[in-house]
């Protein structure tokens, strides 16, 4: 029994050692990025609609933006990359029957904070001018563009458009990315990047009706293209 006993620890042992240098061996050989992007937002999503008789116009406030993701190499040329991008852009509703149209009694501030998760493949060029490798990237991404607490408690308080209160709430929107960029290799490591995507969703409404009611309404219609410029750095971990 003690010998059998001593057999088993044996071969867990060379068990465990085995699967310890498979496990070396496959991290050795495993190779991603990392990557921490920052920049600037411009969401191009103009609304006019009617209320009560007065036309009214939404716009988003152009903010900064940044990304956080993962790229795997798939080969050299195409890799796969998962991300997440946050920034605030404001939703800024005007009564365009009040003159001016920039003062406080024509315009109301939503703050409104966006949270995009993207999927995407990038495809890097065969070539690199003065060390600056040019891509393109596409890819599908969900979105949430969520009303902050100042947003909702200002929509029940002072309304929408012509109404005396309003319930404002997030929307979640699946979407594309379509965009390109320039890597520069620093290091072996360390990358430079310049990026440039659009984000393009149906336009969100913030759970207000599409049709004419008694109560607040917010017709949209068309896409919402949220346009992110940014520019930082990729840390390759792994095999180079």
């Known amino acids: 029994m003690k010998k059998t006993v001593q057999g088993l620890m044996v071969l867990c042992a060379l068990l465990w050692s085995t699967g310890g240098v498979q496990g070396r061996d496959l991290l050795q050989n495993v190779q991603f990025d990392v990557y921490g992007l920052a920049g600037g937002s411009t969401i191009v999503d103009a609304q006019y609609f009617d209320s009560a008789g007065r036309l009214y116009h939404t716009r988003f ?49 939503f703050p409104v904070n966006d949270y995009l998760g993207t999927l ?3 495809v890097h060029a065969p070539f690199a001018p003065r060390h ?36 404002i709430t997030h929307n979640d929107k699946f979407g594309f990315n379509l965009g390109g960029g320039l890597d520069r290799k620093l290091t072996k490591r360390i990358t430079f990047r310049i990026d440039a995507r659009d984000h393009v969703t149906s336009s969100p409404a913030f ?3 599409n049709s004419y009611n008694s109560g607040a309404i917010f017709p949209v ?20």
């Open 61 to 109: 406030d152009p903010n900064y933006k940044f990304s956080i993701g993962v790229a795997v190499p798939y080969n050299k040329f195409l890799s796969i990359e998962s991300g997440f991008t946050y920034g605030p852009n404001n939703l800024v509703l005007t009564n365009t029957n009040v003159f001016p149209h920039t003062s406080p009694l024509s315009v109301t501030v």
């Open 120 to 122: 995407s493949a990038v």
């Open 132 to 167: 600056f490798r040019p891509y393109v990237e596409a890819g599908v991404e969900y979105d949430r563009f969520t009303p902050t607490r100042s947003a909702i408690l200002e929509g029940v308080l002072h309304g929408w458009a012509s109404t005396s209160t309003a319930l």
């Open 207 to 209: 759970g207000l009706p």
């Open 221 to 240: 219609k068309g896409r919402c293209s949220d346009i992110v410029y940014t520019a930082g750095f990729l840390y390759h971990l792994g095999k180079l």
